[in-house]
């Protein structure tokens, strides 16, 4: 089972911020954060992963809190083409098991709206 | 683009009938995954292959097999087929970890049962 829990669906007007909540009270020390999403039927794309610092790249930030219990994935001017389910996921880094596999929730499905 | 490829893009054929679906991870990428994604079920982890050997499992039925080559490609064998497998089928990869394991997706496969 998923570990996270999400709205299972938003509304962002174009050009603003679209900012996407998740829940994962039960997450653990070496387990990192990871989010994807997935444009209509097309394959899953990363988007931008953490531990417990916030990170930011070209697409989108995310914010973890400081007991990192929850996390927001923040899309600074939301497009049409940013419509899409999102998906939050906690996944543990092993060294000695490495390419876990991801468990996916129903994510939330976001609308940008014109 | 993901750097990811999967062959075909759709597939049609009957219950009871076999069929091979094929992915080729990014360059230098030595883990496939599969994943299938049916429209009640979201998506599924079924089988990891690191670089020819198989490292999990997931909830793969006995009728589904699958195989990494020496060339990293990997195949996903699908048989006696039924109508509940009509899916879309999906191909990860991944670089040997260094510090995370960041999962790139292929554009999938579509198979239909008839």
């Known amino acids: 089972d998923a570990k996270t829990t999400q709205p299972p669906s938003m509304d962002c007007a174009e050009g603003r911020a679209a900012n996407l909540p998740c829940n994962h009270s039960?997450?653990?020390?070496?387990?990192?954060v990871y989010w994807y999403r997935q444009i209509h039927s097309q394959g899953p794309q990363y988007i931008i992963h953490?531990?417990?610092n916030n990170e930011t790249n070209e697409m989108a930030s995310l914010i973890i809190t400081e007991d990192r219990k929850s996390s927001t994935l923040i899309l600074p001017h939301a497009t049409l083409r940013d419509t899409a389910v999102y998906y939050c996921?906690?996944?543990?880094?092993?060294?000695?098991?490495?390419?876990?596999?991801?468990?996916f929730g129903p994510g939330t499905r976001l609308s940008v709206l014109p | 683009d993901s750097g990811v490829t999967q062959t075909p893009k759709h597939l049609i054929t009957a219950t009871g009938q076999r069929v091979t679906l094929r992915c080729s991870p990014r360059?230098?990428?030595?883990?496939v995954y599969w994943y299938q994604q049916s429209l009640d079920q979201g998506l599924q982890f079924l089988i990891q292959?690191?670089?020819?050997?198989?490292?999990a499992k997931g909830n793969i039925l006995e009728r589904f097999s699958a195989q990494q080559f020496p060339d990293l490609h990997s195949e996903l064998n699908l048989s006696s087929l039924e109508l509940g497998d009509s899916a879309l089928y999906f191909c990860?990869?991944?670089?040997?970890?260094?510090?995370?394991?960041?999962?790139?997706f292929g554009p999938g496969t579509r198979l239909t049962v008839l």
């Open positions: 990860a990869s991944s670089s040997r970890p260094q510090h995370t394991d960041t999962q790139y």
């Open positions: 039960t997450i653990s020390g070496n387990e990192y």
């Open positions: 292959y690191y670089n020819g050997e198989e490292r």
């Open positions: 996921i906690v996944r543990v880094y092993s060294r000695d098991n490495y390419g876990q596999n991801f468990v």
């Open positions: 953490g531990l417990k």
């Open positions: 360059s230098g990428d030595l883990s």
